[in-house]
């Protein structure tokens, strides 16, 4: 887990928009993307689920 990547989880939490967030932080919208999955991977690769509506919840699976 990368300072960076906890940032970038944050900016796009604010923004609601992968488009958005990227722009705001000054990379592209894939990079931003492939950041955040390497992210959920680290902290719980079931537990965290990317929405299409670009938003997180949490996985209801146990």
């Known amino acids: 887990m990368e300072l960076r990547q906890l940032r970038y989880f944050l900016t796009q939490a604010e923004e609601l928009h ?3 967030a990227a722009a705001h932080e000054h990379i592209v919208q894939s990079a931003l993307s492939q950041q955040l999955q390497r992210l959920a991977a680290v902290c ?17 699976r146990a």
């Not at 719980?44 to 996985?59: E, W």
């Open 18 to 20: 992968f488009g958005q």
């Open 44 to 60: 719980d690769p079931s537990g965290l689920v990317l929405q299409p509506q670009c938003r997180f919840r949490r996985s209801r």
